[in-house]
């Protein structure tokens, strides 16, 4: 007879039952991040120029530095988060800067600008410190915020916030119609931007406790479950604050955004398609109220559907400029540096940098992006669906979802689909807010998945199991 006696480990982090962190399937992914923007910018001074831009070391250094630090951070404090958002959103990043460059070098934008403002400033170096300064939030976001569910403790605080920062604009003159700007000085904001994340914590943390009060149903008809009346009072709230904004500040990207949310969020807590019926009937009931006696709303909406007409045409060409773009691209575009997109004016580094994509890289490269935002979606989605606790799945598939819907309607207004609203693409376009709020939402995340990812901790050892003596036959 041998005895052998039976022990528990030590109360820590076991790594090899977890999934394996992924940091090295990361760093080699975020080499091609780099890799391909700065080959784009020198096929940008070749085709511009006939020689290599004599910024493209400075160029890629900056940007390896950038994603370097990145890659650094999250090793360090977010090991098992998802290996791809940061590579996806650095690609994006990267991708955006060389378009931006390569719009600063048209002559025909150089001449209008000094024409309409008397001097002309290139976008590229401030969208580079933009991006610098995004990433150092994203950096500041995964050192503090340890554990993503701290952020449930601020659901009212961050309506409060939100709602206070949606207002302001109406305070400051409007551009180009609508007034989704804050001035301050040589600083200009685009607060609806960071609105989005603030939503989504005051969503995830509100529908969270009344999910199930929501998911009730009192009656069915033609074979959906209708909610009671008295739980009809949340979305109709949001719906007469997205009308609001769309009201006050003619922005209809914002009210699409605000209240799109809320109604996939609504949606994935209580698994009902009846509120996604409700929502679209009252998005589209409100939409079509308000462009009836608002003269900007209807300007878009007649844009949209008559973009070559003389009357379209005498106020802006930019729609038919863009649309015309997307048509010469064909399958395969112009090349980088080769078409003409700048005759789009000074939106075409912001509110059209896509039509840009569709003219010089055609259907193929418009394909390719429009394929990294929706992996940034579906990793986001995945990110739910692993996570572990209710608070932060809503949270996940929230700003995910805020994402798609910004992609989706600055996509679907530069192609025709939807109105113009004016909103910038993520990561691609010129814009402080946006690069800022983008790189905060993707830090976010990022810290959801190390959360969901990270191995659990062994069980703490039972004094009455490490006495017990297992005796074997031999």
């Known amino acids: ?5 039976t022990t528990t480990g030590s109360n820590t982090t076991v790594s090899s039952g977890g999934l394996p962190s992924r940091r090295n399937t990361e760093l ?7 890799l391909i923007p700065v080959f784009a910018y020198a096929n940008v001074g070749l085709a511009m120029d006939d020689r290599l831009p004599s910024g493209m070391l400075g160029y890629g250094f900056g940007l390896a530095l950038l994603a370097g630090v990145g890659h ?9 988060a998802d290996p791809l958002l940061l590579p996806l959103a650095t690609l ?12 600063d070098q048209s002559e025909r934008l150089q001449t209008r600008a000094k024409l309409l403002f008397g001097a002309f400033s290139p976008d590229a170096p401030n969208q580079l410190m933009y991006s610098a300064i995004g990433l150092a939030l994203f950096v500041a976001i995964l050192v503090v915020l340890k554990d993503h569910r701290v952020l449930q403790r601020y659901t009212y605080i961050s309506m409060a916030v939100g709602l206070v920062l949606l207002v302001l604009p ?3 003159p409007a551009r180009n119609g609508a007034k989704i700007w804050v001035s301050l000085g040589p600083l200009n904001l685009q607060p609806g931007e960071f609105v989005k994340i603030l939503i989504a914590v005051f969503f995830a943390g509100y529908l969270m406790v009344k999910r199930d009060a929501l998911a009730l149903a009192s009656r069915r008809f033609m074979g959906l479950y209708l909610p009671r009346g008295r739980d009809l009072g949340p979305i109709l709230v949001v719906w007469a604050l997205s009308l609001m904004i769309l009201v006050f500040e003619t922005d209809l990207g914002t009210s699409l955004l605000f209240f799109g949310l809320f109604v996939i969020m609504l949606y994935v807590a209580t698994e009902r398609t009846s509120w996604i019926v409700f ?3 009252l998005s589209a009931g409100g939409a079509a109220a308000v462009a009836t006696f608002e003269p900007h709303v209807q300007d878009r909406v007649q844009a949209w559907l008559h973009p070559f007409a003389k009357e379209t045409m005498a106020q802006s060409d930019q729609i038919a400029q863009s649309l015309w773009a997307f048509g010469s691209g064909g ?9 003409n997109s700048d005759l789009i004016g000074f939106a075409a580094n912001s509110d059209f940098i896509l039509a840009t994509v569709g003219e010089e890289l055609g259907l193929t490269g418009t394909m390719a992006i429009l394929i990294l ?9 995945r990110i739910s669906l692993a996570a572990r606790d209710p608070f932060g799945k809503l949270l996940a598939v929230g700003l995910s979802g805020a994402f798609g819907l910004q992609v989706f309607v600055v996509a679907g207004g530069v192609m025709g689909l939807i109105p113009l609203t004016g909103m910038t693409m993520p990561f691609l376009a010129s814009g402080g807010s946006s690069v800022l709020a983008n790189w905060a939402l993707i830090g976010i995340l990022i810290r959801i998945s190390d959360t969901a990812r990270r191995p659990a901790p062994a069980p703490a050892p039972s004094p009455d199991a490490e006495m017990t003596q297992v005796v074997r036959p031999s």
Do not use: D
């Open 279 to 281: 929502g679209l009937l």
């Open 92 to 103: 994006l990043n990267g991708i955006g800067l060389v378009i931006i460059w390569r719009l």
């Open 28 to 34: 080699a992914l975020l080499v091609f991040a780099v």
């Open 373 to 381: 935002y929706g992996l940034i979606v579906e990793r986001g989605v």
């Open 331 to 339: 399958v395969l575009g112009s090349g980088w540096g080769q078409g």
């Open 170 to 172: 109406v305070f400051f």
């Open 1 to 5: 007879m041998s005895s052998n006696l």
């Open 72 to 80: 650094l951070v999250v090793r360090r404090w977010a090991p098992y």
